[in-house]
């Protein structure tokens, strides 16, 4: 085998130690930087890194069989929605049994990610040190970064009470008696408004518009197990489940929550078994958006007020690099274009890991993207033309943007079972492009780049 070139790998969490087992079982060398003590990133409760949203009652919302990776099943005694300190488990179990944790760098963070001239990147690392490599993989995570209301509500500087995001949300403890406002429609919201109610004196879930509330279950079974095949059109695969949630749920404005103004599939989906029975037993009342904030009071945009001692912004995160200059590489917006959501069109020894928002977990497809790199990096896979790259990319987000409401949230959408799809039918192309190129190593070891320039 030639020398292959080598890669840091930032961020340990699932999409790291996925991309990570990828490369070490195909012999390219690398090492993995995570800035916490352990791996599991979002899924380790109090994370020492401060990055983890995760609150201490979170279960999963895509079901153990559709998160797991695919050649190393969740034990079959966790339930269908395990709590994440069985997902941080498995996670840990995962590097133990594939055996590469001794190539993760612990409590090592990056600080700096540069191109150098001649295409190697160099890392600065927060002890001040400096590492080369060719190439950079970066799954460094997307929702750790709270994205609050820009610009704040007219009065948010004078408001008396608590103004937090969910991101730093443990749980209902300080919310005991109190009058909770919840803001937003994503599964942060539906969250910690059911646990909120569970407590509080009054809880008032506001939204600037509705959503489908999609049940973990139906007829028994986790609904995302449900198997509509991505063969079928997905305009009929949108009328069976629009007939499904339909013919169970029915209208939202009879549980009192808006009426979405889009229909299923074209908002990053809202799970919960909870939020309609709050609604039925008036433990969270809706509230269209907030319009300002008073004092102790709330006012929404349709100029009813609310006494208030705690605001929840359930507004989302923001995709961010802290490493990369930001005139090379940021996504502003949320929006960062990539090839199948992994390659950089003009840089050929980048990738991202688990940058997208699927309908169904982001494991198996950050799984399926680490292989693919690593298939590259080896010379087993070619890309297409830049051309080529771009038309595909414009196609994708055409498509998307047309599809998806317009939101900050809805800028790297994929449907699961179709992606994996489009990802093995690409993969198998590109191996006959490498072919035809007789397998020579896109990505040049920093050796053979160094004997060229001599
Ligand atoms: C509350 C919540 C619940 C969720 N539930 C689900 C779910 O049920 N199913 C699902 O599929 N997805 C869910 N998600 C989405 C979540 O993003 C993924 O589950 C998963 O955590 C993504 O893994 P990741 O490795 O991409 O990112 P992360 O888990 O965020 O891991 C990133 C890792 O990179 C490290 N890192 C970051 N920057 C640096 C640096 N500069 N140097 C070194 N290391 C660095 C971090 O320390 C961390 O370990 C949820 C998200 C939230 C917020
Ligand atoms: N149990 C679980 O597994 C679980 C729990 C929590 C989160 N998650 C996951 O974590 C990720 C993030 O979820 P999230 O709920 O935190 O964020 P999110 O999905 O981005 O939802 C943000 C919500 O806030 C609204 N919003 C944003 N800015 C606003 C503003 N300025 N004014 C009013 N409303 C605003 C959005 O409305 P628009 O749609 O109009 O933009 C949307 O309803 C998702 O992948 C989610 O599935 C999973």
Known sequence: MPTLPTVAVIGA???GIAAAKALHER????????????????????????????????FINTSRDRMEYSDYPMPKSYPDFPHHTQIAAYF?????????????????????????????????LDDGSVERFDALLVANGHHWDPRWPEPAFPGADT???????????VDNEDMRGKNVVVL??????????????????NVYLAARRGVHIIPKYLWGRPLDQLGLSPRIPWAIRRKI????????????????????????????????????????????????????????????????????????YCTGYKVSFPFF??????????????????????VPNLFFIGLLQPLGAIMPLAEAQGEWVGEYLRGRYALPPEREMRRDMDRERRRMFKRYVASPRHTMQVDYDDYLLELSRERARGHERARERGFTLPVAPRETRAREAA
Request: net charge negative.
């Open 13 to 15: 969490g699932s999409s």
């Open 27 to 58: 012999g390219v060398p690398f090492t993995c930087f995570e800035a916490s003590d352990c791996v599991g990133g979002n899924w380790v409760f109090g994370n020492k890194n401060g990055m983890s949203a995760a609150y201490r009652q979170l």
């Open 92 to 124: 840990d179990a995962y590097v133990e049994h594939f055996g590469f944790r001794d190539r993760i760098r612990f409590e090592t963070k990056v600080q700096r990610a540069a191109r150098m001239q001649g295409g190697g990147w160099e890392l600065t």
């Open 159 to 169: 408001f008396e009470g608590v103004q937090m995001h969910s991101h730093s949300y």
């Open 184 to 201: 937003g429609m994503g599964n942060s919201a539906m969250d910690i408004a059911v646990e909120a109610s569970q407590v509080a004196s």
């Open 241 to 312: 489940l629009e007939l499904i949630i339909g013919s169970t749920t029915g209208s939202l404005s009879r549980y009192g929550l808006p009426e979405p103004d889009h229909r299923i599939g074209s908002a990053h989906p809202t799970i919960s078994d909870e939020i309609l029975s709050c609604m039925t037993h008036g433990t969270i009342t809706a509230k269209p958006n907030i319009a300002s904030l008073e004092g102790s009071s709330v006012r929404f945009a349709d100029g009813s007020v609310v006494e208030a001692d705690v605001v929840v």
């Open 325 to 346: 200059d930001p005139s090379f590489i940021s996504a502003p917006g949320n929006d960062l274009p990539l090839f199948r959501r992994v390659f950089h069109p003009r």
